[in-house]
């Protein structure tokens, strides 16, 4: 009797799963135009590993579907931008790629098609870190080039989707339309813009002014800029410090653009 109400309990549940799965298979449908063939592929590819801490029954995590992801979002990426732009150089190239699937693109992508919401996860910052995205997006509609500190398990989901699709379909055409319609709009080279890190050693080195960088993070979260021997840009972020290092980098180069400004117009009043 014992072991025929395990065996029924058992089977309840199986059918639960396999609904909760047509459903999300449904769900996603609606938001991408593509169906499923394997639930439990897609699954995987909301599953956080977080999350199987707490449920040891469920099935893996989305960090292999994840590497697949990746791969696929770069050639298909790369294969796009030869086929559209045969006259840009393969470094030019290699940046608009780049622009197009790094962290904060794709975190924008799962946010503004609410993929997040289906994630499966056991991390209870994640929430906030996504309030803080949304209020930091509306001040960079297209991207920040590093600004802001967009989610990576945002970027993450969008990866193990694209994943999930390439492997359930087994074609690079289907996964195509599908991560063409995610991206939209893509980055293009009138759209790209330049690290504020690389613009302002550019400017420096235009001008023949000296730079130096002072590293105050693992003390105080600061990143400051030194041009010719005046501080000019300072920033202070403590939960990453490659976004202090391009805020301040940003306030160094608009403060150092318009002082260029400022002695130019001077000497031509003179």
Same mark, same amino acid.
């Given at each position: 009797?014992?072991?025929?109400?395990?065996?029924?309990?058992?089977?309840?549940?199986?059918?639960?799963?396999?609904?909760?799965?047509?459903?999300?298979?449904?769900?996603?449908?609606?938001?991408?135009?593509?169906?499923?063939?394997?639930?439990?592929?897609?699954?995987?590819?909301?599953?956080? $590993?977080?999350?199987?801490?707490?449920?040891?029954?469920?099935?893996?995590?989305?960090?292999?579907?994840?590497?697949?992801?990746?791969?696929?979002?770069?050639?298909?990426?790369?294969?796009?931008?030869?086929?559209?732009?045969?006259?840009?150089?393969?470094?030019?190239?290699?940046?608009?790629?780049?622009?197009?699937?790094?962290?904060?693109?794709?975190?924008?992508?799962?946010?503004?098609?609410? =993929?997040?919401?289906? %994630?499966? $996860?056991?991390?209870?910052?994640?929430?906030? !870190?996504?309030?803080?995205?949304?209020?930091?997006? %509306?001040?960079?509609?297209?991207?920040?080039?590093?600004?802001?500190?967009?989610?990576?398990?945002?970027?993450?989901?969008?990866?193990? =989707?694209?994943?999930?699709?390439?492997?359930?379909?087994?074609?690079?055409?289907? &996964?195509?339309?599908?991560?063409?319609? =995610?991206?939209?709009?893509?980055?293009?080279?009138?759209?790209? !813009?330049? $690290?504020?890190? &690389?613009?302002?050693?550019?400017?420096?080195?235009?001008?023949?002014?000296?730079?130096?960088?002072?590293?105050?993070?693992?003390?105080?979260?600061?990143?400051?800029?030194?041009?010719?021997?005046?501080?000019?840009?300072?920033?202070?972020?403590?939960?990453?410090?490659?976004?202090?290092?391009?805020?301040?980098?940003?306030?160094?180069?608009?403060?150092?653009?318009?002082?260029?400004?400022?002695?130019?117009?001077?000497?031509?009043?003179?």
């Amino acid at each position: 009797m014992e072991n025929e109400q395990k065996l029924l309990h058992s089977m309840q549940n199986h059918d639960l799963e396999n609904q909760s799965r047509q459903k999300l298979v449904q769900e996603i449908k609606a938001i991408i135009g593509y169906e499923f063939k394997d639930s439990k592929l897609l699954e995987q590819a909301f599953t956080h $590993h977080s999350y199987l801490d707490q449920d040891k029954t469920s099935i893996e995590s989305y960090e292999r579907l994840e590497y697949v992801g990746d791969a696929v979002l770069n050639f298909l990426t790369a294969r796009e931008h030869y086929l559209s732009y045969p006259n840009l150089a393969p470094g030019q190239l290699t940046k608009l790629r780049a622009a197009n699937v790094d962290t904060e693109k794709l975190a924008r992508v799962a946010f503004n098609f609410k =993929l997040h919401t289906f %994630l499966r $996860h056991k991390k209870p910052k994640l929430a906030k !870190q996504i309030e803080d995205f949304e209020k930091a997006i %509306l001040e960079y509609p297209i991207h920040s080039t590093g600004l802001i500190d967009a989610p990576k398990n945002l970027a993450d989901l969008v990866e193990s =989707l694209v994943g999930a699709i390439y492997m359930d379909s087994n074609s690079m055409d289907t &996964t195509w339309k599908i991560v063409e319609k =995610l991206l939209d709009p893509m980055i293009t080279p009138s759209t790209v !813009q330049t $690290h504020p890190v &690389t613009m302002l050693y550019e400017e420096c080195q235009k001008n023949k002014a000296k730079i130096d960088c002072k590293d105050f993070w693992d003390e105080t979260g600061e990143i400051e800029f030194i041009v010719d021997g005046e501080s000019i840009g300072k920033a202070k972020y403590t939960a990453k410090k490659s976004i202090a290092n391009n805020r301040a980098a940003q306030e160094a180069y608009r403060k150092f653009v318009e002082k260029l400004r400022q002695e130019n117009t001077g000497h031509d009043q003179h």
